[in-house]
């Protein structure tokens, strides 16, 4: 897998998706705003009763702001609802306990930066480290003078060198194997929760483009 890093584009705000039922109980429509018109029935939607009320649908995506001693994720180029395929490249960095991110690039080291949509994984539970000691140890780790521009190498000191060492500098590579090397970091820890964010993609391109999705309500 090639890794190609740069900074983040221009961001456009994501609209959040709403799922409701409206005449029929084994359809659900998903959409940004309710429509005007029933898709289905052809009624007014705002002069009839829905079966079930809009509700939003959680996001699996969240600002790296809100997310606090993780490794956060974010395509190189774009926003996940927006440019993000399997095959895109990948950028990550890692946030301390406020949600100040740290992130490594061909720019070097870049403190506060803001991921408004990101993938974030947890790892405090996994250090045995309380908050302090996390940001203790962060702070710690990134040393400007190591983390420059000129050592910055596309294929073996980018983004995910820079993670996986802080995390190799906690041991976790010893208890976990999905942090023994950067293509297992890559293959089985990354891929493996950004895969899973498919299904939610699918949806939100499909209602930006046709307005709104009727999906088969699962069973209850």
């Known amino acids: 897998m090639t890794v190609m890093v740069s900074r983040s584009g221009h961001h456009e705000d994501t609209k959040s998706l709403l799922c409701f039922q409206h005449c029929d109980r084994h ?12 898709p289905l029935c052809h009624q007014n939607t705002a002069l009839t009763e829905s079966r079930v009320p809009p509700f939003r649908l959680s996001s699996p995506f969240t600002s790296s702001l809100q997310s606090s001693c993780c490794i956060a994720v974010k395509p190189t180029n ?12 990948l950028h990550v960095g890692i946030t301390d306990s406020h949600g100040r991110m740290f992130d490594f690039d061909e720019e070097g080291l870049h403190r506060d930066s803001v991921w408004p949509e990101c993938l974030t994984i947890s790892l405090l539970p996994m250090t045995g480290l309380d908050s302090r000691q996390w940001d203790m140890r962060l702070h710690q780790y990134v040393n400007p003078m190591v983390w420059t521009a000129y050592r910055y190498n596309e294929e073996h000191k980018n983004c995910f060198d820079f993670v996986l060492g802080f995390l190799h500098w906690l041991n976790l590579h010893h208890t976990f194997p999905e942090f023994s090397d ?3 970091f890559i293959t089985h820890f990354l891929l493996k929760r950004t895969t899973k964010v498919g299904q939610f993609i699918s949806m939100y391109r499909q209602v930006e483009q046709f307005g709104f999705l009727c999906q088969t309500a699962c069973p209850s």
């Open 182 to 184: 950067k293509q297992s």
């Open 78 to 89: 774009g926003t996940f609802t927006r440019n993000y395929t399997t095959s895109a490249n």
């Open 27 to 38: 359809t659900n429509i998903v959409c940004f705003m309710v429509p005007e018109v029933c």
